[in-house]
């Protein structure tokens, strides 16, 4: 079964970094782009970061670009997301996918 | 950016009718290789999103063949033939022609 399951997320103060985490299973990770979404509760999608299947390139949204930076492991079928310098609008819940499959997500809060 | 819209906001359906949702682009969807890549995406409350619809007309597997897309350009539309109660939620339509990737801004569908 395809899998992808997201870690990492909580509570942190504003200015304060937090590391997600996305374990695949169930198919070829090297094989396949990579994305993070999030989503405001009841509110809209934003396509947070991309990666490439070997790591090479990467894309950001303007609203994280030079304080996000995505990264993949392709030997432990994991992909990351480091947050830097976070704000309260990154409240969100996080959500790993490769398009057609997404994991279930990882909720961050930022808040002192 | 390109731009998503999306309609109707809400749109109230009774078992076993059919349904329409409409999706427009601030600009073509077809891509450098001849491809156009609008996806249709249901999200149901509290769950991740799940694509159903991509390529414009495409169906993921496991998708019942209730569900049907269409449309080219800037001008996309998703049906259901005959809603049934499982159909609730949120559908978004997606572009994946050009990064940033973009979302509209929803059709809530709910049952009359």
């Known amino acids: 079964e395809v899998q992808l399951v997201e870690s990492g997320g909580g509570l942190v103060q504003p200015g304060g970094s937090l590391r997600l985490s996305c374990a695949a299973s169930?198919?070829?990770?090297?094989?396949?782009?990579m994305y993070w979404v999030r989503q405001v509760p009841g509110k809209d999608l934003v396509w947070v970061s991309r990666?490439?299947?070997?790591?090479?390139?990467?894309s950001y949204a303007d609203s994280v670009e030079g304080r996000f930076t995505i990264s993949r492991d392709n030997a432990k079928n994991t992909l990351y997301l480091q947050m830097n310098s976070l704000r309260g609008e990154d409240t969100a819940v996080y959500y790993c996918?490769?398009?057609?499959?997404w994991g279930q997500g990882t909720t961050v809060t930022v808040s002192s | 950016d390109i731009v998503m819209t999306q309609s109707p906001v809400s749109l109230p359906v009774t078992l076993g009718q059919p349904a329409s949702i409409s999706c427009r682009s601030s600009?073509?969807?077809?891509?450098?290789?001849?491809?156009?890549?609008l996806n249709w995406f249901h999200q149901r409350p509290g769950l991740s999103p799940r694509r159903l619809i991509y390529?414009?007309?495409k169906r993921d597997s496991g998708v019942p063949d209730r569900f049907s897309g269409s449309g080219s350009g800037t001008d996309f539309t998703l049906k259901i033939s005959r809603v049934e109660a499982e159909d609730v939620g949120v559908y978004y339509c997606?572009?994946?022609?050009?990064?940033?990737?973009?979302f509209g801004p929803g059709t809530k569908v709910e049952i009359k």
């Open positions: 997606i572009q994946t022609t050009r990064w940033p990737f973009t």
């Open positions: 169930g198919f070829s990770f090297s094989s396949y782009w």
């Open positions: 996918a490769r398009l057609d499959v």
């Open positions: 390529m414009v007309s």
């Open positions: 990666i490439s299947s070997d790591g090479s390139s990467t």
């Open positions: 600009q073509s969807l077809v891509f450098s290789d001849g491809n156009t890549y």
